[in-house]
């Protein structure tokens, strides 16, 4: 079955960066689109980034263009987030979602980010 | 960016109850709406997908309408395990921007 396993969150300071990973199993990869999409504590979601297919294709939310880096790589069925230059704004917990039919149609458990001095 | 807009921000209701939750895009997006349901401490959960499409496995107490510019949806007959916050969502363009929530409460 489809499995999206998130990693790599944690307590960091602002300014600083993370790597958030995404291991995607039981479906192949090449054929989606991913996204990510993040929930502040208490608050409701947030479209982060969406990576295309084959990786030619990026767009981000406006809140975090310039900071954040999608990437896949699918020949190791992973999607990553490289979130630069942290704010606290940015604490959340981050998930990895697969599109499909227009729709973020299966999720991961999620990995926390808090940002704090 | 296109706002989206969900009323009631929370509703009370009991078990066997039929709601309704509407959603307002702030310009057309055809029926490029989703809904989705999330559990505290859970994932979200994709319900209905193209307005009116039932995902894969939701029971079918579960239903959405509407094109344009609203939307809704429509649970027949509460159940315990509905008791959660509901989200709409538009895919018609990036960012792909969701409603606030609504909150369902058991009354």
Known sequence: QVQLVESGGGVVQPGRSLRLSCAASGFTLRSYEMHWVRQAPGKGLEWVAVTSHDARNENYADSVKGRFVISRDNSKNMVYLQVNSLKEDDSAVYYCTREGDWSFTHWGQGTPVTVSS | ?107
Not at chain 2, 32 to 49: D, E, S, V
Not at chain 2, 52 to 69: A, I, K
Not at chain 2, 71 to 92: G, V
């Open chain 2, 1 to 107: 960016d296109i706002q989206m807009t969900q009323s009631p921000s929370s509703l009370s209701a009991s078990v066997g109850d039929r709601v309704t939750i509407t959603c307002r895009a702030s310009q057309t997006i055809s029926t490029y709406l989703n809904w989705y349901h999330q559990t505290p401490g859970k994932a979200p959960k994709l319900l209905i997908y193209d307005a009116s499409r039932l995902q894969s496995g939701v029971p079918s107490r579960f239903s959405g309408s509407g094109s344009g510019t609203e939307f809704t949806l429509t649970i027949s007959s509460l159940q315990p395990e509905d008791f959660a916050t509901y989200y709409c969502q538009q895919s018609f363009t990036t960012p792909y921007t969701f409603g606030q929530g609504t909150k369902l409460e058991i009354k």
